[in-house]
């Protein structure tokens, strides 16, 4: 029986660990696509920092909207993406399916259930300023990595003290995954997706430009 | 004790490895064609048997209720279970879940050497401390078991993987890696093939619940002691490692399925499936 309770108590001590624990590089979205604007259930919040994210983001259409809608990653840095759907490997035409084509959702119905999966390969952004690292940009090294900077101001604040500023070079801020219907340009689901880290969401303001 | 009739060439013994290629076949990649039925591409959509029934913090009574609509293949599904496990034991998880079956036939590739024993783990305090947290983690808001580690999640995109990038993709991220390796270590590795189904599959531990509660009422896997010599054949083959012996075979039916491999090793057919005595 003792070993029973210890057992127990080991698969709740470990269980626990790993359902706080989250993992920062993905997340997922549920929304509802309607015609007048629809909304994610709740945010995506990803940390900062890594090379690559992946958002999963499923929504369902809700009557009366039916059409063509765009899907965009948007925010204030561009960020490279590529999007997939979620499909049948053979699709035997039992049910209506949306096409995915060009960016676009096409052939959206009515009750029509989505599946998208959004791959994201954010810039590296100076730990300063929060700004996302272009060619021409200064370099510096510090234990191993190497950091840009926009220009000598945060180049020198990041010299005066670095350990402030360390790891902080992953890109912050708030974006959104944009459903816009092709015909009326009206959007019709946002997903918002904030990356967050060291230094907070959003906090390229330490330095102003 | 059972009336011992053996059902050793019964058509669910005799076929059980068709019956789970079978179910494969229906439910995953490439045909996929019960999920194609509803407009689902895998078990994530509205055959989700596991989201349905965790309640998250914050939640109101109607978003609960509107998770039941969401996945109301996987409420259909899960109902089904239980119910037919009260009455005929396990045997959506020994012969039709595709995901354990999947596992358990990869199980059978890999050489013996390979393979990982759990039977030293007892399985059903470790899969209740599972369950617990499972339900209650999200419930006080602690965070979620639910999705993050899911086999019904990855399996399926182990087979799209192949052909789709959308499946690739699930495996280009920490949570997708992680999960891979649960369905590797504790399915393709792990001796007889179902330790996760054993230790972490929450439906699976809801169903053993049902298999009890039935147990003097429905068909199970059933020793007829004094038949048994306690030759502890059946306990070496039993994949979820349910099986102890002492003065004679006694079955754990928390952890038990109906999938046969120990009648059919009993030199002296003291198991059987079938009604108490």
Redesign the interface.
């Known amino acids: 029986m003792t ?3 210890v ?6 001590g470990i ?2 660990v ?6 920062d ?2 997340g ?1 979205a549920i929304g509802l696509i309607k015609a007048k604007g629809g909304e994610a259930r709740h945010p995506v919040s990803l940390g900062s920092g890594n090379d ?3 958002l999963i983001a ?1 929504a ?1 259409v809700v009557p009366p909207y039916s059409g063509n809608a765009r899907v965009e990653l948007k925010g204030e840095t561009q960020i490279p993406y590529t999007i ?9 035409g ?4 949306p096409r995915f084509s060009d960016g676009t959702l096409h052939d959206l119905r009515p009750h ?2 989505v ?1 998208l ?1 959004v ?1 994201m390969n954010p810039p590296k952004a100076d730990p300063v300023c929060g700004m996302a690292c272009e060619e021409g940009y200064e370099r510096a090294d510090y234990r191993g990595k190497t950091y840009c900077f926009c220009g000598e101001g945060c180049r020198k604040a990041f010299e005066q003290d670095p350990e402030k500023y360390r790891d902080r070079d992953g890109l912050r801020g708030n974006y959104t995954l944009a459903f816009t219907d092709t015909k009326t340009g009206r959007p019709v689901l946002n997903v918002p997706i904030r990356f967050t880290g060291k230094g907070g969401t959003g906090d390229g303001n330490e330095h102003q430009h | 004790m059972a009336t011992n009739t053996s059902t050793k060439g019964s058509f669910w013994s005799r076929y059980r490895t068709w019956i789970i290629v079978a179910g494969i076949v229906l439910f995953l990649p490439p045909l996929s064609l019960l999920f194609q039925m509803t407009a689902d591409s895998n078990f994530c959509g509205s055959w989700c048997p596991r989201m349905f029934f965790t309640w998250r913090k914050g939640m109101s009574i109607h978003e609960f209720l509107l998770g039941f609509l969401r996945s109301y293949m996987g409420v259909a599904l899960v109902v089904g279970i239980l119910a037919s496990t009260f009455f005929l034991g396990r045997a959506w998880c020994s012969h039709l879940c595709p995901i354990g079956g999947t596992m358990e036939l990869g199980s059978r590739i890999v050489p013996r050497w390979l393979k990982i024993d759990f039977s030293s783990i007892p399985a059903s305090p470790f899969r209740y401390g599972y369950l617990a947290v499972y339900l209650i983690a999200s419930a006080v808001g602690l965070g979620s078991l639910c999705c993050n580690y899911c086999n019904f999640a990855t399996v399926p995109r182990v087979f799209g993987a192949a052909f789709l990038d959308a499946d690739l993709m699930y495996f280009l991220r920490t949570a997708g890696l992680i999960n891979l390796g649960l369905v590797v270590v504790l399915g393709f590795l792990s001796k007889g093939g179902r330790a996760y189904c054993n230790l972490l599959c929450p439906v699976g531990a809801l169903d053993a619940l049902s298999n009890r509660l039935g147990l003097r009422f429905g068909r199970k896997m059933r020793v007829d002691a004094a038949q048994c010599d306690s030759c502890g054949a059946c306990s070496k083959v039993c994949p979820t490692w349910s099986i102890s012996v002492h003065s004679a075979a006694t079955i754990d039916h928390l952890s038990c399925m109906p999938c046969r491999q120990c009648e059919k090793v009993c030199p002296k057919n003291a198991i059987a499936y079938g009604r108490p005595a």
């Open positions: 070993k029973k309770i057992v127990f108590l080991v698969a709740v269980s626990l790993a359902a706080v624990h989250r993992w590089d993905s997922h690559r994210y992946m499923t369902a997939d759907v979620a499909r049948p490997v053979v699709d035997l039992i049910r209506h399916l029509d259930r599946a999966w791959k």
